[in-house]
């Protein structure tokens, strides 16, 4: 009797011993898919700083000019973007032969141009505030994103302007929408071929069109002074050529400054 009751706990050991492996097992590979994912995620986009110039040379850039056109109703319009370190920027369009500032922020404060008086106006608390959230982001968010508090997670293969491409859903910093704190996600397309980024997508999260995808795209990448950057760009359905880009432009200060009234 004691033999049988041996042979029965012995079975069920080896039953608990063999589920044991499995579940090991599986949190084992479970693990290793994570990390994977982890890995892959990283090699993507090192891969797409190294194919654009390097972390070294991109670190040390000091600011970017970029010259462009963008057509409208017939009419070819001139816009002028530049952004520093720091988060400093500016947008600049060409009407009829007058320069407006569609939008600057100076590190401090956000301020456009409102086209009905043709007056200078700062933006509000919430919409500087967010803007404040992307001073560490140049001269690309992708770059030692990590030490930003950012995250990346590998999504897999999918289809986008025609090629195959990696996914790659990546995570900044909360934002808030209406006084509400809310996710801050866009997703990368990196083109498998090349290891470029052919398009980013994100949600709209207020006015009229909240809740649609707002996709921007990226092509015909050319070199400049050893970096690489798209010439061809279409933000929110409205494409833009790039005519030139200067590196390292000196601008004056007073530019990105709200205009004394």
Avoid: H, R
Wanted: with cysteine.
């Amino acid at each position: 009797m004691k033999s049988s009751n041996y042979k029965v706990q012995k079975s069920n050991f080896q039953t608990f011993s063999k589920a044991a492996k499995l579940s090991m097992f599986a949190l084992v590979l479970s693990m290793l898919s994570f990390t994977a994912k982890a890995q892959t995620a990283d090699e993507i986009i090192n891969k797409f700083v190294t194919t654009t110039g390097g972390a070294e040379k991109w670190k040390a850039l000091k600011g970017v000019k970029m010259e462009m056109t963008t057509n409208q109703g017939g009419m070819e319009i001139p816009v002028e973007v530049v952004q520093l370190p720091g988060g400093k920027m500016y947008v600049k369009i060409n009407l009829q032969g007058k320069e407006i500032t569609q939008m600057a922020y100076d590190g401090t404060s956000m301020w456009t141009t409102n086209f009905m008086t043709m007056k200078a106006e700062k933006s509000d608390a919430e919409a500087t505030s967010n803007m404040k959230l992307n001073d560490q982001d140049f001269p690309e968010a992708l770059l030692d994103y990590k030490s930003k508090g950012y995250s990346a997670e590998y999504i897999g293969k999918e289809t986008k302007e025609g090629a195959e491409c990696y996914k790659i859903k990546f995570t900044k910093k909360p934002t808030m929408v209406a006084g509400v704190k809310t996710d801050d996600v866009s997703f990368y397309y990196f083109e498998t071929e090349n290891n470029l980024v052919i398009a980013s997508e994100t949600e709209i999260k207020e006015g009229p069109m909240k809740g649609q995808k707002s996709t921007s795209t990226m092509s015909d990448y050319q070199e400049v002074d050893g970096l690489f950057f798209p010439f061809s760009i279409s933000q929110f359905g409205q494409p833009l050529k790039v005519k030139k880009i200067t590196l390292n432009p000196v601008v004056d200060a007073k530019t990105f400054a709200f205009p004394a009234q």
